[in-house]
């Protein structure tokens, strides 16, 4: 199957937390994409334009730009470190849409660290719609200066933001992990949608509890 390729410039860059960048980059005529997709990104240049990373959209389809936020890894020199150093007006080489994160009712949305980003862009949509309603969002990271996007997840979730800090304790913060005490000390409707992203790991373990505890298995939605 061919992949069509795009090359895209770089509009503007805006620093999220110490480690995540956002690049707002131009959007190709009729190239469209649902809330949760992705692509794979690469650097066009000639040593890295085969180097390719997939990244989730943080825009939304009527935007005129678009979006993704991109959190920097220092411990590898790879392709995010590269798309990290770059500036306005430089190129990234984008392709097809994939991805099967899709919102299909109201749940829980469980995220880990980078794991937001797919989450972003269905929470920015269901918000301009006013559909957030029902919605609940448990987003774990390391310490608070790790979160992405926390004062506008708080803003459009209000308390139905639940901020989980497993390497610091902060007042306004729960501290610990998303493990099967935790999930069923805060979740008491396992008949509803569950969305979850992070590590591979987080992810397996997730499922495995949520299904054990009486998830629908049809209810769970996760990249695979």
């Known amino acids: 199957m061919s992949t069509t390729e795009h090359v895209v410039k770089i509009l503007s860059i805006r620093q999220v937390t110490h480690d995540v960048k956002s690049f707002r980059l131009e959007k190709p005529a009729n190239y469209t994409f649902m809330p949760g997709q992705a692509t794979e990104v690469s650097v066009n240049t000639t040593a890295l334009k085969e180097e390719r990373r997939p990244f989730t959209f943080t825009s939304l389809q009527e935007d005129p730009f678009l ?74 990271n390391k310490t608070q200066a790790d979160i992405i996007e926390e004062k506008e997840l708080k803003n459009i ?30 979740i008491q409707d396992f008949s509803k949608k569950f969305y979850i992203c992070g590590p591979d790991v987080m992810i397996s373990d997730i499922v495995g509890i949520l299904e054990s505890l009486g998830a629908d298995t049809n209810a769970v939605v996760f990249e695979k």
């Open 157 to 186: 979730l209000g308390e139905h933001a639940v901020l989980i800090l497993t390497k610091e304790t902060n007042p306004g913060y729960l501290n610990g992990y998303i493990n099967e005490a935790f999930i069923k000390e805060h």
């Open 67 to 140: 979006e993704f936020t991109i959190k920097r890894y220092k411990d590898h020199h790879g392709v995010t470190d590269a798309i990290h150093m770059l500036k306005e007006g430089d190129e990234l080489i984008i392709r097809d849409v994939w991805g099967a994160i899709e919102y299909k009712g109201a749940g829980y949305f469980i995220a880990g660290g980078a794991g937001i980003t797919p989450f972003l862009a269905i929470l920015r949509q269901l918000h301009k719609e006013n559909k957030l309603n029902g919605n609940t969002l448990f987003f774990s």
